[in-house]
Structures are given as C-alpha cells and as structure tokens.
C-alpha cells in the first residue's frame, strides 16, 4: 500500500482558492489512480474528482466541475487539487485516495471501494 499524506488546506473566504497537497511513499504511487474525496460535518464522505495513474485522464463531480482541477507528478510523488471559487459549501475534511495498482477502473472511478489507500485528511473551512 501506499501511504498518503495531505495538505494545504486552511480558511479562505467564498471566492478565494486553495491548492491541496498529496505526497505519497511507496513505489506504486506512479501506477495507481488517485482520488479526492471531502466529508462535510454531519454528511457522509462524498467523491470530489479522479486522475487516472499516467494523468491523461480525469473525472470531477458535478458540483466541483468547471472549479477544480485534479493533477499529479509522478516524479514527486504527489498529486494535487487546485480549488477555485470555493464556496461556503465546499468546507469540508478532504481526504486523497490511492487506488489499486494498475486498474483502469473503465476510464474513472468514484466509488469509495474501489481506493486501497487513504490520508488522514486536511480540513478545508470556506467563510461567507
């Protein structure tokens, strides 16, 4: 497995922008897709975007869409999630996900089942 650490999170207010932090150890970051998840209080954690394991493909939920962006570096070890325009509703613990190596999973993935590996998280507050 690989282990996963997250960072970069912090208060912002709505509008403003974030960039997430994934550093990864372990010699099968580089073929295992990742992903990000968030859990906001009181909710069940809920699939935020999917990047393949040689980053030519990527998968957003609907309400992220078009503000986020998912990327890696397989040379460091890390894969990152620039958020802009947050907004109060994206305040939430995000957590960074490791899949199986080697797995397509058909193109994207956003069942939680599906990732082997988990960060503890980085909490996320975005004030009105």
């Known amino acids: 497995q690989v282990q996963l650490d997250e960072s970069g999170g912090g208060l912002v207010q709505a509008g403003g922008s974030l960039r997430l932090s994934c550093a990864a150890s372990?010699?099968?970051?580089?073929?295992?897709?990742m992903g990000w998840f968030r859990q906001a209080p009181g909710k069940e954690r809920e699939f935020v975007a999917f990047?393949?394991?040689?980053?030519?493909?990527?998968y957003y939920a609907d309400s992220v869409k078009g503000r986020f962006t998912i990327s890696r570096d397989n040379v460091k070890n890390t894969v990152f999630l620039q958020m802009n325009n947050l907004k109060p509703e994206d305040t939430a613990v995000y957590y960074c996900?490791?899949?199986?190596?080697?797995?397509?999973?058909?193109?994207?993935?956003?069942?939680?089942?599906?990732?082997?590996?988990w960060g503890q998280g980085t909490q996320v507050t975005v004030s009105s």
């Open positions: 990047i393949n394991w040689i980053g030519t493909s990527t």
């Open positions: 996900s490791a899949g199986v190596p080697f797995r397509d999973y058909g193109g994207y993935t956003d069942r939680e089942a599906d990732y082997s590996s």
């Open positions: 372990g010699r099968t970051f580089s073929t295992s897709a």
